[in-house]
């Protein structure tokens, strides 16, 4: 059974600080990692797409690693803004674009 | 950028009606949608996988007669929740995936908030 682990669960910091999120997944044959954000009450807004061939991927503000031997991902993001509050969700995809989720890691950024 | 529309947002109505969720993609083709549940401070669960002209795939423990899904067109994708209790009340999300390009993540709808009296 794949499973999902987002650590911390939730996170309170001042604006400006950097920060990482981490996903740490139990069956390492993924096809795929995804990062999303997802706002109160909304759907998702995809921000990271890795590929399992790829160790890292950069938008921006953000950037997301991918260490399939050990099966963790991290989401960086540098200087942080009160904009970022919102719960920030892993998912690792399988085959058939099956997505498992983690439970989600809530941010929330302090002005 | 890629689209996807779901609607209703939000749906409040009385134990035992059926509720029909819709989720389109809007300028791509989506051979697959997946509908995903979310209930409070839990993370998305994958319900089921709709393939367009075929039936749907469900996940385990999910009842495909209680949720029924209809993917008619490459488009449009649907979730109906027949006679809804309390314990249907959740957050449904669909998302897509391009029909003609592998490797490409999947877009999400906004979500349709269920609330079940």
């Known amino acids: 059974k794949q499973e999902v682990t987002q650590i911390p669960a939730a996170l309170s910091v001042p604006e400006g600080e950097n920060l990482v999120l981490n996903c740490s997944f139990t069956d390492s044959a993924i096809y795929n990692l995804q990062w999303f954000r997802q706002d109160p009450g909304k759907g998702l807004t995809s921000l990271l797409l890795i590929q399992s061939s790829q160790r890292e991927q950069t938008s921006g503000r953000l950037n997301a690693s991918l260490d399939k031997s050990s099966g963790r991902s991290t989401l960086y993001i540098a200087a942080s803004q009160p904009g970022d509050s919102a719960t920030y969700l892993c998912a690792v995809i399988y085959n058939f674009n099956k997505f498992y989720f983690g439970s989600g890691t809530k941010l929330n950024v302090k002005p | 950028g890629a689209v996807v529309s779901q609607h209703p947002s939000r749906v409040i109505c009385k134990s035992g009606t059926s509720v029909k969720i819709e989720c389109r993609s809007l300028?791509?083709?989506?051979?697959?949608m997946f509908w995903y549940r979310q209930f409070p401070k839990q993370s998305l669960m994958l319900m089921a996988t709709?393939?367009?002209?075929?039936?749907?795939?469900?996940e385990q423990g999910v009842e495909k007669d209680k949720f029924l899904i209809n993917h008619a067109s490459l488009t449009l994708s649907t979730l109906t929740v027949t006679s809804a209790h309390p314990e249907d009340s959740s957050f449904y999300i669909c998302?897509?995936?391009?029909?003609?390009?592998?490797?490409?993540?999947?877009?999400f709808g906004d979500g349709t908030r269920l609330s079940i009296l």
């Open positions: 709709s393939n367009e002209g075929s039936k749907a795939t469900y």
């Open positions: 998302s897509a995936r391009r029909s003609e390009v592998s490797n490409q993540p999947q877009h």
């Open positions: 300028d791509f083709q989506a051979t697959t």
